[in-house]
């Protein structure tokens, strides 16, 4: 009601009404432009006497142009990764945060928590805030050693250190083990390590590997092993999006200062202390993988993932991949060889591959399934009050992102690009989107670094939105007419024209293409989004895309405007900021990339 009533206020400023302008309380299903309150009329022309503001006024201290002075921003991580002072570290990663927000390239939506639903029949299931499903201690009490479950479609990649989704990281804890893991309680506690010790100085880590480690095809797995798959993963040559997080061990990207000193010692040297170090030991990135495997794929330095796209492949993890119907199913067994093998109740899980939330609800709802992890936009409300329904914490932000290359801002200063960009910001309403589409407590943002996140030195880096963040999340709501004002001239900053109606003129059309993956909810919000941006005559068109397909568009910058979502790889704002760095494979946004 509340979004009506203010499309209300600026339907009564127009001459010709438009039906679209209220939001209907049903999203609709069409994915076509909104049509903007102007079309049926021809807007007065702003006079030339209307003084412009200046957009280099208007950007925050923190600005730098996010193309060629991004190096800046690269420099500042680099120190922050050095810095020893840890209460220091936290200011610097409050200015780079700063620089992050103030080109307005990330649009903050809401800050992520998860839901699922699992039959009453299966316990042991646990996942942590950073979006990672454990199925190793699933217990069936109706007597079937299988789970049947759904996490998302077609997985991009298998080899866990080129993987950078969380349907990746849910499938590569499945099959795959590192030094250290997560327990239910979501603490990182040894896996295939025992122990390790550090030196002094907090730079130099010796850790203990398990006696008599195997791989799934029974052959042993000894330190080398980790000492290949670590310089493999941190590589120039294997371009893995995640490379970056091994920049903390001396020698990084091609000589990479990790060696096995014997089978069961694995030895590595850091430039500064990390305090998160046991965080990466249990991502994915860090899993070992078997040389003899990879190499054998004719094309494994060209493709590096390429050994592992087809059911049959060695791993080390509590299950094996042993049947793959691309698009369809793939089929998870239990892995004789795993270290804790025993410990393990499942023989199967067989995976349903598919973004479709309606397909997967029906199966579900048919007993064809056992877990899924997403539901339609349209059933959640009746879902809340079910035991089988779960909403869980997550660490995260769910936001939208432009590239900072897109043709949108040719012609346009640095400054004018940001003002652009900071416009749109402000028209979203975030409380709508969070109360009418995500349903399950999500809570408006205003920062990309989520709330509740440590900050490294002992206490939490953001923990409220009302007095912490970077502009009013809920301004939209409370001061409409002002929000939009302030909208207003920012694009007249940007060097935006609008008519005696505050609309747009036709002079200075906006029209933007918004991508997103196939999902209801994802919808749902960009067709949210989509009429927000109208009541300045902004006109969206929305693109949806297949999940594997949208993740390399995405990556390789071939978009203007997008959906994005990062969960935290670890409860440190490092992990938010770095991966913003120019040569980093997650910086879609393009950053730093000139050429």
């Known amino acids: 009601m509340k979004k009506i009533l203010a499309l209300l206020l600026v339907a009564v400023m127009i001459v010709s009404f438009c039906a679209a302008c ?70 610097l990663m409050h200015d780079a945060e700063d620089i992050l927000m103030s080109n307005w390239c990330i649009l903050p939506f809401y800050y992520y928590n998860d839901i699922y639903m699992m039959k009453d029949y299966v316990t042991g299931m646990y996942a942590n805030v950073f979006g990672t499903k454990f199925f190793h201690e699933v217990k069936m009490t109706n007597g079937s050693d299988t789970l049947r479950a759904n996490i998302a479609s077609e997985p991009a990649y298998l080899d866990p250190a080129l993987s950078s989704s969380v349907d990746g990281a849910c499938l590569a804890a499945a099959s795959f083990s590192g030094l250290y893991t997560y327990n239910a309680e979501g603490h990182p506690v040894p896996a295939c390590a025992t122990g390790y010790t550090v030196s002094d100085d907090g730079l130099t880590y010796t850790v203990t590997l398990r006696d008599g480690l195997k791989w799934s095809d029974g052959s042993d797995l000894t330190a080398a092993d980790f000492e290949y798959s670590w310089k493999r993963a941190a590589s120039t040559l294997t371009a893995a999006d995640y490379g970056y997080m091994f920049a903390g061990i001396e020698g990084y990207p091609d000589e990479l200062n990790v060696k096995a000193v014997d089978d069961t010692t694995f030895e590595f040297v850091l430039t500064a202390p990390c305090a998160y170090m046991e965080d990466l030991m249990a991502f994915p990135t860090f899993f070992p993988v078997k040389q003899s495997a990879v190499e054998a794929f004719a094309d494994w ?33 239990k892995n004789p060889y795993w270290y804790d093998a025993d410990s393990v109740e499942l023989e199967k899980i067989e995976f349903m591959l598919s973004a479709d939330d309606t397909a997967i609800y029906a199966a579900y709802n048919a007993g064809n399934v056992d877990f899924i992890d997403t539901v339609p936009n349209d059933e959640i409300q009746t879902l809340l009050e079910s035991p089988e329904f779960y909403i869980v914490d997550n660490l995260g932000t769910y936001y939208a992102a432009f590239n900072c290359k897109s043709p949108l801002f040719d012609g346009k200063t640095p400054e004018q690009a940001a003002c652009m960009r900071e416009a749109f910001s402000l028209l979203i309403d975030r409380d709508y989107i969070v109360e009418n589409v995500g349903q399950s407590g999500q809570v408006p943002a205003n920062s990309f670094i989520p709330l509740g996140m440590a900050d490294g030195n002992g206490g939490v880096f953001k923990s409220s939105v009302e007095d912490e963040g970077y502009f009013d999340v809920y301004g939209i709501n409370n001061d409409y007419e002002g929000t939009v004002e302030k909208a207003r001239t920012l694009l007249k900053a940007a060097g935006y024209k609008f008519g005696d109606d505050g609309m747009l003129s036709d002079e200075t059309p906006i029209t933007v293409e918004y991508l997103t993956n196939n999902g209801s909810t994802h919808i749902a919000i960009a067709e949210a989004m989509q009429q927000d941006l109208a009541a300045l005559g902004i006109e969206m068109t929305i693109q949806s895309q297949d999940w594997n397909v949208f993740l390399e568009e995405r990556k390789n910058g071939n978009y203007d405007f997008c959906r994005e979502g990062w969960l935290a790889d670890f409860n440190d704002p490092i992990n938010m900021l770095e991966m913003w760095i120019t040569d980093s494979g997650n910086n879609d946004c393009q950053y730093g990339r000139v050429g």
């Open 22 to 91: 209220a939001k209907n309380t049903t999203p609709s299903t069409t994915t076509e432009t909104t049509e903007s309150n102007n079309t049926e009329t021809t807007p007065a022309e702003s006079t030339d006497t209307e003084e412009v503001p200046d957009a280099a006024e208007l950007v925050s201290d923190a600005f730098i142009d996010p193309l060629a002075d991004w190096s800046q921003y690269d420099e500042l991580i680099a120190e922050i990764k050095a810095e020893t002072d840890f209460a220091h570290r936290t200011e």
């Open 301 to 333: 330095q060209t493709s590096p993932g390429g050994w592992c796209q087809n059911a049959g492949f060695v791993s080390n993890g509590p299950f094996v991949c042993t049947a793959w119907d691309h698009d369809v199913s793939m089929t998870y067994e």
